[in-house]
């Protein structure tokens, strides 16, 4: 059987996409759906819940909020992988597209009492040679990651500042931290912390391996500065100009 008569490879749209891909891609809307029932019903809009209706409804919208987030790795990695054209790089203006980015995790950080603040220190023209999908994709994985590592009630501030060369984007919580021992291995492809897994049993350990190849694949780099039980700091940078091959 030759490659492309494979039972793998299935033919949308006129292109050979993965079966995998396919079905992962396919999960996404059930889960969102899932996603805006659950909120509704939480927000009282189909009765008045008691306590334990309530506590079992938010473990469910907890558990399907993880699932989203694998979903969107696994498609994040699956974009890189093919290289898509969609990901191509032009002047994009960062600050309003972060704020933008932040404002939709407005409602996760409300429901574990986070205030989310956005600290800009450049003006609303800056522009960065980058793509709006792979700035969202980076920026997500951040937030994501600095919610579920926080404890209800700890804030988490996000950072522009601007030079001639890049953009820096900055990601701060106050959350469990990454124990030293263990931080040489956090970009690694499903690596885990054991407080993470500890805090929160579910995760794919993927985000960061995406965000890393996403940052450096665009001539940036992402670090970050950690102390267990104190929080953790994410930088990223994104050059203003298109990088000289
Ligand atoms: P996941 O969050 O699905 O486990 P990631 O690749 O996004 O996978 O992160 C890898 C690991 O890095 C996490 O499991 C956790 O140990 C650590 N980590 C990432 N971000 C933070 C953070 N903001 N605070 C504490 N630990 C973090």
Not at 14 to 41: M, Q, Y
Not at 50 to 71: H, R
Not at 116 to 136: A, H, M, Q
Not at 218 to 241: H, R
């Amino acid at each position: 059987m030759s490659k492309d008569e494979s039972p793998k490879n299935i033919i949308v749209g006129g292109k050979k996409a993965d079966f995998t891909s396919i079905l992962v891609h396919r999960l996404r809307n059930p889960l969102t759906e899932t996603k805006w029932t659950l909120s509704a019903l939480l927000s009282g809009d189909y009765g008045i819940l008691n306590e334990e209706q309530e506590k079992s409804l938010k473990k469910c919208y907890g558990g399907n909020d993880i699932a989203i987030s694998m979903v969107n790795d696994l498609l994040n990695l699956d974009r890189l992988k093919a290289n898509n054209t969609e990901y191509n790089d032009s002047p994009v203006k960062i600050a309003g597209l972060v704020e933008t980015i932040i404002s939709g995790f407005s409602a996760r950080a409300k429901h574990k009492n986070i205030s989310l603040t956005f600290d800009r220190k450049t003006d609303t023209g800056e522009t960065v040679y980058s793509n709006p999908e792979k700035i969202r994709a980076i920026l997500e994985n951040l937030l994501e990651n600095a919610i579920n590592y926080s404890l209800v009630g700890d804030p988490i501030e996000v950072g522009l500042v601007s030079s001639p060369q890049e953009v820096t984007v900055t990601v701060k919580d106050k959350g469990i931290g990454i124990p030293e021992a263990e931080q040489k291995n956090i970009f690694t492809e499903f690596y885990r912390a054991t407080n993470a897994i500890r805090h929160e049993r579910s995760g794919a350990g993927l985000g960061l391996y995406i965000v890393k190849k996403i940052a450096e694949g665009q001539g940036g780099k992402v670090w970050f500065e950690s102390q267990e039980g104190k929080g953790t700091t994410f930088f990223f940078t994104i050059p203003t100009n298109k990088a000289v091959s």
